[in-house]
């Protein structure tokens, strides 16, 4: 069992810069690909970024590539996403994800595991 607690949304102007927090309880973080994925008002849930369990790889959407940049520490048990040069089409609830299927299978497929609650990016124009 995994659980799953994002930080650091919020409200910023287009061009500029948020990062993301994913705090995950459990022993076995290390073990898990992570995601982050979004969901806009009326849109389905999109893929936004994976990471393998030890950082080695690394996926993005085409729509984020060069903006954002995930990474992970597993001594401290947390992913982040790193996202600059936004607007305002990121605005969307962003979720972080777990599963033990790989990273790249995690944004082919768009399913995971475990989801966390959500936090709200919202990018003004």
């Known amino acids: 069992q995994v659980q799953l607690v994002e930080s650091g949304g919020g409200l910023v102007q287009a061009g500029g810069s948020l990062r993301l927090s994913c705090a995950a309880s459990?022993?076995?973080?290390?073990?898990?690909?992570m995601g982050w994925f979004r969901q806009a008002p009326g849109k389905e849930r999109e893929f936004v970024s994976s990471i393998s369990w030890n950082g080695g790889s690394t996926y993005y959407a085409d729509s984020v590539k060069g903006r954002f940049t995930i990474s992970r520490d597993n001594a401290k048990n947390t992913v982040y996403l790193k996202m600059n040069s936004l607007k305002p089409e990121d605005t969307a609830v962003y979720y972080c994800?777990?599963?033990?299927?790989?990273?790249?299978?995690?944004?082919?497929?768009?399913?995971?595991?475990?989801w966390g609650q959500g936090t709200q990016v919202t990018v003004s124009s």
């Open positions: 459990g022993r076995t973080f290390s073990s898990y690909a």
């Open positions: 994800a777990a599963d033990k299927i790989s990273a790249q299978t995690m944004g082919i497929i768009n399913v995971a595991n475990y």
